[in-house]
């Protein structure tokens, strides 16, 4: 079984999501933003939306 076709669900709830995660992006000013746990589930949470399964190949 992949991980894409899994089904189990857990909700990962975090308790200081403003916590930075140790990287930092540049705003288009030049300064420096930290990466926040926040952050990374949005972005994880968009990939899943956007997600595409490929067609089966024979």
């Not at 300064?31 to 997600?51: P, Y």
């Amino acid at each position: 079984m992949s991980l894409q076709n899994s089904t189990n669900h857990v909700p990962v709830v975090r308790t200081t999501p403003k916590l930075a995660v140790g990287g930092a992006i540049l705003d288009k000013d030049g300064h420096e933003i930290l990466i926040t746990e926040e952050m990374v589930q949005t972005a994880c949470q968009e990939c899943d939306k956007n997600w595409v399964k490929p067609e089966k190949q024979d």
